[in-house]
């Protein structure tokens, strides 16, 4: 099996522009599986993604020579296994949908490598790159269809901001898949400085291996959290770390109306990423309530969920990591375990507030206030009631919000028309314009600022199932028309207009699974 473990630059016919590093590798076998992908027959370029290619070192023309070469097709849908690779799967555990699941695991993603780069390691994985140990009773594969929604969604949610894994690449192959019906397969690339989830230390904690727990709490501090490191419990501190960081990320999906849809304790990034592009959808007409997952009949991960589900999921990584600081000899067990339970309720407690800070950070933002005040929470309050019940767009209200005045009602036309019962609007936007006439706030200078942070442009639905449709007929143009778009999605861009219209009719007949 290749090392990866070089400190050369290595380099292979398409010339690759970094070296490599052990990463999770170094940690032993009790973490993961080495295999190489399984090949798949005929493959074919369906996109690349320059900015995130740029992560490994390639330019974007040095991307698109690199992307000619039959070897890097071959490397990137896992036909081939280059000199510099150390292809592994990884193991972990978790909860989905609230229940215990056991034993789960990479089932259709492979690490290709660990590249290191000037700015941290990037994990270059391979999903939907065959069977391996940790498939169950899946085929390790993913259709071409998932795999165009998580390639645009995870460079979407950069461009917007949202802390995520990335997407280099997608690769397909005419090779059949079933899911609800006969698919195509594909491969995406993706990247990440590591692609650790709480599932990773619930898999140990649930076999009480507690020295595979420990490493891998301190590989994760120390190339992740060193300031961890110094405190009096870097464990706790680790928790703590990863509590914040979550609460930060659910407060950034909530302001721009991105539902994850499966947000199993697997799914959940220790670095406080988005990862695992489902069944995500963002909200087109605003429902507090909305579930995009079809498979979730009980609406767990329904939109107003999010924040609740994510302080859940930290209580099942912060039970996992409770043995790292109980003293297994202390002399009153019982006594032992409340100070340790203690020390983990202490570490979460600051996901409310700092959940709440970053909220309301956002929402004043996009609102365009540039003071706190008071009565903010109720401003806030009575607006989602409103566009609750109007179902109003979510994104088009926002970009149109900028443009009304704080003085002149008459110009509201452009936002009150979203609202069937426009009275409800008028109220609401008197609220508002107080609270703008109270701070004195400039017409011009708040439409720039708002128009900096509400998105025009957002990975609906109904964009991504035209490029999928389009894509299933070896059209691939629209996938990248509509990365390039998503790239600037708060640019007016007058050529793209019509990726900001309302949804067609037929976008709501549309639905996503688990299978997505």
Not at 81 to 103: E, I, M
Not at 206 to 232: G, K, M, Q, T, W
Not at 318 to 327: E, K, T
Request: hydrophobic share 45%; proline share 6%.
């Amino acid at each position: 099996m290749p090392n990866a473990a070089t400190d050369a630059l290595t380099r292979t016919p398409f010339d690759v522009p970094f070296g490599t590093s052990p990463g999770i590798a170094a940690l032993g076998e009790r973490f993961f599986t080495r295999l190489a992908p399984t090949p798949l027959p005929s493959p074919y370029v369906v996109s690349v993604a320059p900015a995130a290619a740029a992560l490994l070192g390639w330019t974007e023309a040095g991307l698109r020579d690199a992307a000619k070469d039959p070897a890097f097709i071959d490397t990137f849908i896992g036909n081939a296994v280059p000199d510099w690779a150390d292809p592994l799967a990884t193991v972990y555990s978790g909860h989905q949908f609230g229940v215990w699941a056991g034993q789960l695991g990479d089932g259709r993603a492979i690490r290709l490598a660990e590249a290191r780069m000037p700015d941290g390691p990037w994990e270059i994985q391979l999903k939907g790159a065959g069977l391996t140990p940790y498939s169950r009773m899946a085929d390790g594969r993913a259709v071409l269809r998932s795999s165009i929604r998580e390639y645009l969604c995870s460079e979407a949610m950069y461009s917007l901001g949202v802390p995520t894994t990335r997407a280099m690449s997608i690769i397909g192959s005419d090779a059949p898949v079933r899911r609800e019906s006969i698919e195509t397969s594909a491969v995406v690339t993706r990247l990440a400085p590591s692609f650790i989830r709480f599932g990773h230390f619930e898999h140990f904690a649930a076999r009480e291996d507690h020295a595979s727990l420990r490493a891998l709490a301190d590989f994760v501090i120390d190339n992740f959290y060193p300031a961890c490191r110094d405190a009096a419990n870097p464990y706790q501190a680790l928790l703590r770390e990863v509590s914040l960081l979550t609460a930060d990320l659910v407060a950034h999906w909530q302001a721009i109306g991105f539902c994850h849809g499966v947000m199993n304790t697997d799914n959940m990034s220790i670095l406080g990423l988005t990862i695992d592009y489902g069944p995500f959808g963002f909200l087109d007409a605003f429902d507090g309530n909305h579930i995009c997952n079809h498979s979730d009949q009980q609406g767990r991960y329904a939109y107003s969920q999010q924040p609740q589900i994510a302080f859940w999921n930290l209580h099942c990584l912060a039970q996992a990591l409770l043995p790292l600081w109980r003293d297994a000899e202390a002399t009153d067990p019982e006594a032992e375990k409340e100070a340790a339970v203690a020390a983990a309720r202490e570490a979460l407690d600051p996901f409310r507030d700092r959940y709440a800070a970053a909220f309301f950070r956002h929402y004043r933002a996009k609102l365009g206030l540039r003071s706190e005040h008071d009565q903010d929470e109720a401003l806030m309050t009575n607006l989602f009631r409103v566009l609750h019940a109007n179902r109003v767009d979510y994104t088009i209200f926002w970009r149109s919000l900028g443009r009304i005045s704080s003085h002149d009602a008459s110009q509201d036309a452009p936002v009150r028309d979203l609202f069937l019962d426009r009275a409800a609007w008028d109220a609401w936007a008197a609220e508002y314009r107080a609270r703008l006439q109270a701070e004195q706030s400039d017409d011009a200078a708040r439409a720039a600022a708002m128009l900096a942070v509400n998105p025009k442009y957002v990975l609906r639905n109904h964009l991504a199932e035209t490029a999928i449709r389009a894509a299933r007929e070896k059209d691939f143009s629209e996938v990248d028309r509509l990365l390039a778009v998503l790239s600037k999605p708060f640019d007016e861009q007058p050529e793209a207009e019509h990726y900001a219209a309302l949804p067609p009719d037929w976008a709501s007949g549309l639905e996503v699974s688990c299978s997505s």
